[in-house]
């Protein structure tokens, strides 16, 4: 089964509003990365929080962690257009070799 | 330009034929990965490579076989193409080591049709 689970599997909200999407996952991690997809492009790295952080920023973007509830959440504020895409937690498991386990994405729709 | 580059980006093969997916960093990146991305199940990882000549199964490495010989590049190979294997392939490469963790880096993927 899937190490990180996203919620919701889809969001649609009007530009300028905040999105929050929700990831849990089941055993202990070195860190929790946020990664986007657009429709048929590949993966872009956003945002790395490592095990010991609780909350971080870049630009729009903040991502929380509570490592007692195995949960994270990634906040994209003042939304726009060009942030349609789908969003994908990935564990980096303790113990694991660099291995990057996805969640399966939270699809967000931007509505002009 | 520097970066990480799969090819080919889209290939249509028959049941039964060999292919290989060829994916190539600039980054002198020690560890590359390859995922399959399918509809509901996200992206899975099939194999990695922690350096030139090391090489070990991800979660689902049934039918494909890698290699790594040069450190910049990463070869996926379906020795017998099967429909199942249908799918987006993803090559991605990381600098990280052992305690320093690090983001990973997505080519732009290979669409894979088995007819």
């Known amino acids: 089964s899937q190490q990180g689970e996203e919620d919701p599997q889809a969001l649609s909200i009007q530009e300028g509003e905040n999105a929050t999407m929700n990831c849990s996952y089941k055993?202990?991690?070195?860190?929790l990365q946020w990664y986007r997809q657009n429709s048929g492009r590949g993966l872009v790295h956003l945002i790395l929080?490592?095990?010991?952080?609780r909350e971080k920023h870049s630009g729009r973007l903040r991502v929380t962690l509570d490592t007692s509830k195995k949960s994270s959440s990634l906040l994209i504020t003042a939304s726009r257009a060009a942030d349609t895409a789908s969003y994908f937690c990935?564990?980096?498991?303790?113990?694991?070799?660099?291995?990057?386990?996805f969640g399966q994405g939270t699809r967000l729709t931007i509505n002009p | 330009d520097a970066g990480i580059t799969q090819s080919p980006r889209y290939k249509i093969t028959e049941t039964g034929r060999q292919v290989t997916l060829m994916c190539h960093q600039t980054?002198?990146?020690?560890?590359m990965f390859w995922y399959r991305q399918d509809l509901g199940h996200g992206l899975r990882l099939i194999y990695y490579?922690?350096?030139?000549?090391?090489?070990d199964k991800g979660e689902v490495p049934d039918g494909y076989v890698v290699s790594r010989s040069k450190t910049e590049n990463f070869p996926l190979t379906l020795e017998s193409a099967t429909r199942s294997q249908t799918s987006v392939y993803f090559c991605?490469?990381?600098?990280?080591?052992?305690?320093?963790?690090?983001?990973?880096?997505f080519g732009p993927g290979t669409r894979l049709l088995v007819l």
């Open positions: 991605a490469s990381t600098g990280a080591r052992v305690l320093l963790r690090e983001a990973q880096y």
């Open positions: 055993t202990s991690i070195n860190n």
């Open positions: 929080i490592r095990s010991n952080e």
């Open positions: 990935a564990t980096d498991v303790e113990g694991g070799a660099q291995k990057l386990v």
């Open positions: 980054w002198s990146h020690s560890y």
């Open positions: 490579s922690a350096a030139a000549d090391i090489t």
